[in-house]
């Protein structure tokens, strides 16, 4: 089973921030955040992932609380092509280490011109 | 670079029939990842290369199916006999070392046993 709780769904208006909550309140020290997306009927693509601090790409933001229970995904300027279904997955990342990651239901945003 | 490969993009055959789904991973990948998607199911892996050796197939359903990666380049998964549950969409991904920095993934195979 999945170790995160997503909203199954968001809307957010094109341009505009879109941030995607989800709670991992039973995450263990030596796990990471990760965040990929699926975009209809592609596989899924990488977007951020982070332990303890915040993290920035080209892509988003990852904003990580304190207690670790819980982070947001920021897409700072939704355009169309961020509609696509969001998934929050927490995994040991070490070197070498196996590679299952536990996909949930994600949550579907849809951006809205 | 080149992305990670999956041929074909569908498939549709009978049911007791066999298919060999192909995966090449991204040039120097050594983890190579098999996912599956069933009907209204979530996305689950089914097993992890590491080179040419199984490293983890906690997640491949029944001995119906088989996953090759002989010379620890691209990775063939074979259905055999197909079984209607089969249908999905079929998922490769590669890594570099454990995948710290994310997996690729592959746009898939469609799996539709009739």
């Known amino acids: 089973d999945a170790k995160t709780t997503q909203p199954p769904s968001m809307d957010c208006a094109e341009g505009r921030a879109a941030n995607l909550p989800c709670n991992h309140s039973?995450?263990?020290?030596?796990?990471?955040v990760y965040w990929y997306r699926q975009i209809h009927s592609q596989g899924p693509q990488y977007i951020i992932h982070?332990?303890?601090n915040n993290e920035t790409n080209e892509m988003a933001s990852l904003i990580i609380t304190e207690d670790r229970k819980s982070s947001t995904l920021i897409l700072p300027h939704a355009t169309l092509r961020d509609t696509a279904v969001y998934y929050c997955?927490?995994?040991?990342?070490?070197?070498?280490?196996?590679?299952?990651?536990?996909f949930g239901k994600g949550t579907k945003l849809s951006v809205k011109p | 670079e080149a992305g990670v490969t999956q041929f074909p993009s569908h498939s549709v055959i009978e049911k007791g029939q066999t298919v060999t789904l192909r995966c090449d991973p991204i040039?120097?990948?050594?983890?190579l990842y098999w996912y599956r998607r069933v009907m209204g199911k979530e996305i689950k892996f089914l097993l992890h290369?590491?080179?040419?050796?199984?490293?983890?197939e906690s997640g491949m359903p029944n001995n119906r199916f088989l996953a090759e990666r002989t010379g620890g380049t691209y990775s063939t998964l074979k259905v055999q006999p197909a079984e209607l549950e089969d249908s999905g969409v079929y998922f490769c991904?590669?890594?570099?070392?454990?995948?710290?920095?994310?997996?690729?993934f592959g746009s898939g195979t469609r799996l539709t046993v009739v």
């Open positions: 991904a590669s890594s570099q070392g454990g995948g710290l920095g994310g997996y690729t």
């Open positions: 039973t995450i263990s020290g030596n796990e990471y």
């Open positions: 982070g332990l303890k």
């Open positions: 997955i927490v995994r040991v990342a070490l070197r070498g280490s196996q590679g299952n990651l536990i």
């Open positions: 040039s120097g990948h050594d983890n």
């Open positions: 290369f590491v080179k040419e050796s199984k490293q983890d």
